[in-house]
């Protein structure tokens, strides 16, 4: 795959640590959800270096001396519900971040992306969306979000995940050339039931430890 400037991959021992984590399936849940956390904190750490800042003066207890704030409201808009994961860890940097939901399945014929929630909060038109979802696999349900929110107004959107599929990556690049893709490692292929290979499972199940991949 060629490099393309809107594709970050994010390269350091503590991330290949927490995947690790993330892939052994005999992980237990707390092991899972403390690895799928850290990876939020650090995906939302570089995500933010798209964000706009402004110069300011503060005052500390000495002199006047020129510093940054940021000059936009963050949204973190996570895609249901394995989306949800990563969310506490970007909080952590921007804690009055404001946080929407869109809650998107996929149907496990046809791949498509189906939208059957969603609740976002005003003034997207002026803030930096940050789009969470663990895994970049075909990229139908990616897109599919990208594209509802600027329907909704919203004109800077990131979009992070623990894991990409080089499909996912391929499709979201098409359709939205102008949204920045973060990820902390980008995988082989998918398989012929759209599961990235050799991805983790399913993130949703593994995090709210519901029905075992």
Avoid: W
Avoid at 92 to 108: E, L, M, Q, S, W
Avoid at 110 to 138: F, K, Q, R, S, W
Avoid at 163 to 188: C, F, M, N, Q, W
């Amino acid at each position: 795959m060629p490099k393309n400037k809107y594709l970050q991959i994010i390269e350091h021992p503590l991330v290949l640590l927490y995947i690790t984590k993330l892939r052994d399936q005999n992980s237990e849940v707390q092991v899972f959800r403390e690895a799928m956390d850290k990876l939020g904190g650090i995906l939302g750490y570089h995500a933010l270096s798209h964000v706009s800042t402004k110069d300011v003066q503060v005052q500390t207890p000495l002199e006047i001396t020129s510093g940054m704030k940021l000059n936009k409201t963050v949204y973190v808009i996570p895609i249901l519900r394995a989306g949800l994961s990563l969310v506490q860890g970007i909080l952590y940097f921007v804690p009055n971040a404001k946080v929407g939901h869109i809650g998107i399945y996929r149907d496990h014929q046809t791949h498509e992306p189906i939208n059957y929630y969603d609740n976002l909060p005003d003034g997207l038109d002026n803030g930096t969306c940050i789009v969470v979802d663990p895994m970049l696999a075909t990229g139908g349900s990616a897109s599919h979000a990208i594209s509802y929110l600027k329907e909704n107004g919203a004109n800077d959107i990131v979009f992070t995940c623990v894991i990409a599929a080089p499909e996912g990556i391929k499709k979201v690049h098409t359709d939205h050339p102008d949204v920045p893709i973060v990820t902390s490692y980008l995988d082989r292929e998918l398989n012929d039931q759209a599961y990235i290979l050799p991805g983790l499972g399913d993130a949703g199940d593994r995090y709210f430890d519901t029905t075992p991949f």
